[in-house]
């Protein structure tokens, strides 16, 4: 006896219609994918950011609330004639003293030689500076220093010809404000980046007591 | 035997497709909403706002806040299940001056206290409609989102400060202001230490 084989195929217009349904899920599934990958991504830029900013709000409040803050005076960091931050110096309750240093330097985000004039040049900036951001805490004469993360970074080529590189970082100390009226010491350094909005920064806020 | 050699027709697959397109879609309209309260979370009793929340506590335990008066604090939260707290509750001016101060410049918006234990407080949120709306949503979803506390304080704390933040991070006034969320114990014996004042003067 010959078995009869199953020879219905599917006709064109039922594969087209396969095809198309495929194509629609594919394409839906990668946009959903893609989406939940940068969630990801900045998800992971929120913790490092938040890790940071604990461990060093912590290490600052542990002395202020601990000791207790009496005195407090702030000034500028000048290097070779430029700003490069401020130095927020720290009297407490036992007489010892903290410092608290920021470092915000603006490198040269300029991409290209046509860029340099308008981002770098009529800001002061140099051609070739890297950013340079961190934050230094700690008894006088022994900080440690706290590196900012790093959330992604840029290297720019020199635009002289030469071989060398400078580094522009994504996550930037954008803003630094310090206040101490009504004897109450304030700092917020706002931390921004491209990513995370500026809804980002280490607020430190505490009586001084005489 | 003669065998079933019909598939399906397109028709049959196209109802099934939908059907699973269905049962995926009731999926991610439940589940979206958990990474968005995942999210606000993150809002929740973070650095700045516990130690916002610990200047507070301080004066709250400060003998300048007359907690044990007859009508006062303590009678309020017994019959009310919280109290409002302001620094003008302060009996002494000069901490009530640098608690205004503080005040703004920690950014805070409300600062309420309840029982250590805030399961009748809870209770109340809950039965009551015009609290939450006195409270607001985001403060409300905060007040819910805590635990009872139904364990004692290992530190013997009798009472619970709940604060909400309001933060703006530029100097534009116009840009959105974000809210945050804190809460303390606070301890309150009805004899005995008070914390000392915070303000320098006193």
């Not at chain 1, 071989?163 to 700092?187: G, M, P």
């Not at chain 2, 905060?142 to 400060?161: D, H, I, K, T």
């Amino acid at each position: 006896m010959i078995k009869k084989l199953n020879n219905k195929g599917m006709t064109a217009i039922e594969i087209l219609i396969t095809f198309v349904i495929v194509a629609i899920i594919v394409v839906s599934m990668y946009n959903g994918i893609s989406g939940l990958k940068t969630r990801e991504t900045v998800a992971s830029y929120k913790l490092s950011l938040v890790t940071y900013k604990n461990l060093l709000t912590k290490d600052i409040q542990d002395d202020l609330i601990k000791v207790g803050l009496t005195a407090v005076q702030s000034e500028s960091m000048v290097e070779l004639g430029k700003p490069v931050g401020y130095r927020v110096i720290l009297t407490l309750r036992d007489g010892s003293r903290r410092i608290l240093e920021v470092r915000q330097v603006f490198g040269c985000s300029a991409v290209d030689a046509a860029e340099v004039d308008d981002l770098c040049t009529i800001r002061g900036i140099d051609p070739n500076q890297s950013d340079e951001f961190s934050i230094s805490y700690g008894p006088e004469g022994n900080l440690t220093e706290y590196p900012l993360p790093d959330l992604g970074h840029e290297e720019i080529q020199a635009y002289d010809g030469s071989a060398t590189t400078h580094t522009i970082y994504s996550l930037q100390i954008n803003e630094v404000s310090i206040n101490t009226n009504d004897n109450i010491f304030s700092i917020r350094i706002v931390l921004s980046h491209p990513d995370l909005a500026s809804k980002h920064s280490i607020d430190i806020v505490s009586p001084i007591s005489s | 035997m003669k065998k079933n050699n019909k598939g399906f027709v397109l028709v049959e697959t196209l109802v099934v497709t939908v059907f699973v397109m269905a049962i995926f879609s009731v999926i991610y309209i439940n589940f979206y909403p958990l990474a968005g309260e995942y999210e606000r979370r993150e809002f929740y009793d973070d650095v700045d706002s516990k130690y916002g929340a610990y200047w507070m506590k301080r004066f709250i335990q400060g003998a300048a806040y007359d907690f044990y008066r007859s009508g006062g604090p303590a009678d309020t939260i017994s019959s009310n299940k919280y109290i409002s707290f302001k620094c003008s509750d302060l009996t002494v001016a000069t901490e009530a001056t640098y608690c205004t101060n503080l005040w703004d410049r920690l950014d805070i918006k409300q600062v309420i206290i309840t029982d250590y234990d805030m399961t009748e407080f809870k209770q109340k949120l809950q039965d009551d409609d015009s609290l939450a709306n006195s409270f607001g949503s985001s403060f409300t979803s905060y007040l819910e989102f805590l635990p009872n506390f139904l364990v004692p304080s290992l530190n013997g704390a009798q009472y619970r400060v709940l604060i909400e933040f309001e933060r703006n991070m530029d100097s534009d006034e116009d840009s959105d202001s974000y809210y945050t969320y804190a809460n303390m114990e606070i301890l309150r014996p009805t004899s005995g230490a008070v914390t000392p004042p915070v303000s320098p003067t006193t």
